[in-house]
């Protein structure tokens, strides 16, 4: 009988494990309803950070293929370099591939800064699909090293009004 329950009990931790890993592990976005304009993900620095105090992604439906970006990092410190990687991606549904595709990407260093930000529309989208906003935040700082972060919004639909 205690036998039986070890197993049983070990085979439950493993199988936690697992799950666990893979929902961590997992870089989907969940599409949204039409009407929802904006989406927004937020990291908080009590996720284990020494510099980054908050890293967001969101995206915003402006209507006629425009479509609101932004990424920033607001920091603990001031630090000596920051980097944000932001791409929006097009969710693909054509075809044998089904997934995100990078249809812009916006790169900005930054120096001897508390606060990273890219915040734009960028324009001429066809309407009719779901795109998200991923962003990779990058920093170094002489006195925690080099930290990264990587942060993406929910599928939003493009539409006109």
Same mark, same amino acid.
């Given at each position: 009988? !205690?036998?039986?329950?070890?197993?049983?009990?070990?085979?439950?931790?493993?199988?936690?494990?697992?799950?666990?890993?893979?929902?961590?592990?997992?870089?989907?976005?969940? =599409?949204?309803?039409?009407?929802?304009?904006?989406? !927004?993900?937020?990291?908080?620095?009590?996720?284990?950070?020494?510099?980054?105090?908050?890293?967001?992604?969101?995206?915003?439906?402006?209507?006629?293929?425009?479509?609101?970006?932004?990424?920033?990092?607001?920091?603990?410190?001031?630090?000596?370099?920051?980097?944000?990687?932001?791409?929006?991606?097009?969710?693909?549904?054509?075809?044998?591939?089904?997934?995100?595709?990078?249809?812009?990407?916006?790169?900005?260093?930054?120096?001897?800064?508390?606060?990273?930000?890219?915040?734009?529309? =960028?324009?001429?989208?066809?309407?009719?699909?779901?795109?998200?906003?991923?962003?990779?935040?990058?920093? !170094?700082?002489?006195?925690?090293?080099?930290?990264?972060?990587?942060?993406?919004?929910?599928?939003?639909?493009?539409?006109?009004?």
């Amino acid at each position: 009988m !205690k036998r039986n329950l070890f197993k049983v009990v070990s085979l439950c931790i493993i199988l936690s494990g697992l799950l666990c890993m893979s929902g961590y592990a997992a870089d989907e976005s969940v =599409l949204l309803p039409e009407n929802v304009k904006v989406s !927004k993900m937020i990291i908080t620095g009590a996720q284990r950070s020494s510099t980054i105090a908050v890293a967001f992604s969101d995206i915003t439906n402006e209507g006629y293929g425009n479509i609101g970006v932004r990424g920033e990092t607001d920091l603990y410190i001031t630090v000596p370099w920051a980097k944000l990687t932001l791409r929006l991606q097009r969710r693909e549904t054509e075809g044998a591939t089904t997934g995100w595709i990078t249809e812009e990407t916006i790169i900005e260093e930054f120096e001897n800064v508390s606060i990273a930000s890219i915040d734009e529309v =960028l324009s001429g989208y066809p309407v009719g699909y779901y795109y998200r906003v991923k962003t990779y935040h990058e920093v !170094k700082s002489d006195e925690n090293g080099h930290e990264k972060k990587t942060t993406y919004t929910n599928g939003v639909m493009i539409t006109n009004p």
